[in-house]
């Protein structure tokens, strides 16, 4: 009969056992040791850059108030200072017939972000409201209406703001980057700012659709300098009679582009612009070549905007995001 080596023992097999049970358990710790470790660093690092990892950590599912705490991540300091340091008027021509369908669209995006809003038609409205301008409807009196209505706002509206901006009730203007392009301006000088069209005008103006913005000394000057004025007669093409009839009382048309020669008013639309797909007529008025790369990245207005593609542009502006993507300023003047 052989002897039983003691490894060979049911005692030995016991310990053997106790062993292997131990080595798993303290193997397979030390492994999810490292695995939680590695991951407690990585959030560490993601922490570091994300102040809200803990709701990215987190199963949207688990957290219904995920949409209200990104949108206190939002930070407009800057924009709410300039709310305040450059106070820009808007004011809108429209028609009784566009209010309900076209207009409204202007009050509930762009429009709200003026620090004051008007709108000008040919009849009083109370409840919308608009400001009756007594003057019948038709191309043919859009310098008369024009002229009115900032007699009114000069008349109404002079200390409210520093800047007068006169936009159609097509036009979608992004009102941060209004008052950042103004910002450096100075509102003392005869100066207005907008799409600078060549056509028809030996001066050039500002296309009336892109919409433009009057300095208030030119906005003072154009009410009580223009009835004297040969050139401010209320007949023709608004913007190009506009045109003459500033450039007689010595306000001159500012230049827009930004730092690196890129558009910000547009007399078109967005789509228009970055194919660089332009009507004829267009290509007849201005020089500028469009393109992505011609377009500034503090863009102001946009013209031929209609209600629905408004509202489009009020999501793609201000609502919607790249996940993950946190957008940075850029030093454009
Ligand atoms: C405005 O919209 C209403 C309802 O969709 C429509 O019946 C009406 O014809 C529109 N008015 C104009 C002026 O387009
Ligand atoms: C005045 O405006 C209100 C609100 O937009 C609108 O419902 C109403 O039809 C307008 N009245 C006239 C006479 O256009
Ligand atoms: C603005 O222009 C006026 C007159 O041109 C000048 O007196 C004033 O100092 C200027 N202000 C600034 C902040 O440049
Ligand atoms: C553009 O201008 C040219 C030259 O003045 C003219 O012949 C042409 O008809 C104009 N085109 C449009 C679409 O206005």
Redesign the pocket.
């Known amino acids: 009969m052989s002897r039983r080596s003691v490894f060979d023992t049911p005692k030995a097999y016991f310990i053997y056992g106790i062993l292997i049970g131990l080595f798993s358990v303290f193997g397979m710790s030390g492994y999810l040791l490292e695995f939680f470790s590695t991951d407690s660093q990585s959030m560490n690092y993601l922490n570091g850059v994300l102040p809200q990892m803990d709701f990215i950590s987190k199963r949207k599912s688990d957290n219904p108030e995920l949409a209200v705490v990104n949108k206190k991540t939002d930070d407009d300091t800057l924009a709410k200072i300039l709310e305040e340091k450059v106070r820009v008027l808007c004011w809108v021509l429209t028609q009784p017939k566009h209010l309900e369908n076209k207009t409204i669209h202007v009050k509930t995006t762009w429009g709200k972000r003026c620090n004051v809003l008007l709108f000008f038609s040919s009849v009083p409205n109370q409840t919308f409201p608009t400001i009756g301008l007594g003057v019948p409807e038709g191309r043919k009196y859009l310098v008369q209406k024009t002229m009115k209505a900032f007699r009114y706002v000069y008349e109404n509206h002079f200390y409210d703001a520093d800047w007068f901006l006169k936009a159609d009730d097509d036009t979608f203007v992004i009102v941060e980057n209004l008052r950042y392009f103004l910002m450096d301006q ?4 005869p100066v207005y700012f907008g799409q600078h069209f060549h056509k028809y005008s030996d001066k050039g103006y500002n296309s009336g659709g892109a919409g433009y913005v009057l300095s208030k000394e030119a906005l003072r000057r154009l009410v009580v300098d223009g009835p004297e004025a040969n050139d401010c007669v209320v007949r023709g093409a608004e913007d190009v009679r506009m045109g003459d009839c500033l450039a007689e009382i010595g306000v001159r048309v500012g230049n827009t582009a930004d730092a690196l020669g890129r558009s910000r008013f547009h007399a078109i639309i967005p789509e228009h612009v970055i194919l660089g797909q332009f009507m004829a007529w267009y290509e007849n008025f201005t020089s500028a070549k469009g393109g992505m790369e011609s377009l500034s990245h503090y863009a102001i207005t946009f013209h031929y905007v209609d209600p629905m593609a408004m509202q489009e542009m009020e999501y793609f502006i201000y609502h919607i995001r790249p996940y993950g993507i946190k957008r940075g300023m850029l030093n454009i003047n």
């Open positions: 100075n509102a003392t000088n």
